[in-house]
């Protein structure tokens, strides 16, 4: 079946280090592949996403590039900030015939110190 | 756009009691609605996929007639934690999809619920 593996947390870091979380995934088919981030009590941000191989998305300087032969989706960010401390989460989203589920990784906290 | 807007944001009943949570999608039709369930520290579990006009699908292991799930709109799906106990304590989070980007789904921002 369809599974999501992220990298266990928390991950600290310093301001301006460089970030990387891994994420790998198994599946069925051709997914689309999605980072999320989640700030304290709130809800789910889309933050990039991939809808085939050798795509990269990006946005707010993170990137992510959807490496199909290693069935990865790493997420870096070349400095980090305070103000990107969150939970971040990989995400596939199933194929049609399976309902289109968002299928989530286990989520990595991120604590970015000044 | 793709605004998903919860209501209550955060709700505390009393041991059976029912509850009901809305999810509106502000800016756009929804034809596919989604609850998720989050612990703390823990990652989304989807609960139950709902379409308009028809019966949500549940999840293994969740209780259809415990978690009651409404879509009678594009517009709005609605949760209700019937006779609802302690262990029902917990962030729901509902997200929608609409028909033009079958991939992506917009969330939430959530509602905790407490029950004494």
């Known amino acids: 079946g369809n599974s999501v593996t992220q990298m266990e947390g928390p991950v600290t870091l310093s301001e301006e280090a460089f970030l990387t979380i891994n994420c790998t995934y198994t599946?069925?088919?051709?997914?689309?592949l999605f980072w999320y981030v989640q700030y304290p009590g709130e809800g789910l941000q889309l933050l990039l996403k991939?809808?085939?191989?050798?795509d990269k998305g990006s946005n707010k300087g993170f990137e992510a590039t959807y490496r199909k032969e290693t069935t990865s989706f790493h997420l870096e960010k070349g400095s980090v900030q305070v103000s990107d401390s969150a939970v971040y989460f990989c995400?596939?989203?199933?194929?049609?015939?399976?309902?289109?589920?968002?299928?989530f990784g286990q989520g990595t906290e991120l604590s970015v110190k000044p | 756009g793709a605004v998903v807007s919860q209501h209550p944001s955060r709700v505390i009943c009393k041991s059976g009691t029912s509850v009901k949570i809305e999810c509106r999608s502000l800016?756009?039709?929804?034809?596919?609605m989604f609850w998720y369930r989050q612990f703390p520290k823990q990652s989304l579990m989807l609960m139950a996929t709902?379409?308009?006009?028809?019966?949500?699908?549940?999840e293994q292991g969740v209780e259809k007639d415990k978690f009651l799930i409404n879509h009678a709109s594009l517009t709005l799906s609605t949760l209700t934690v019937t006779s609802a106990h302690p262990e029902d304590s917990s962030f729901y989070i509902c997200?929608?999809?609409?028909?033009?980007?079958?991939?992506?789904?917009?969330f939430g921002p959530g509602t905790r619920l407490t029950v004494l």
């Open positions: 997200s929608a999809r609409w028909f033009r980007d079958y991939n992506e789904q917009f």
């Open positions: 599946a069925t088919g051709y997914p689309s």
């Open positions: 991939a809808t085939k191989a050798d």
């Open positions: 995400a596939l989203s199933a194929s049609y015939n399976q309902g289109g589920k968002l299928i």
């Open positions: 800016d756009f039709q929804a034809t596919t």
């Open positions: 709902s379409n308009e006009g028809s019966k949500a699908t549940y």
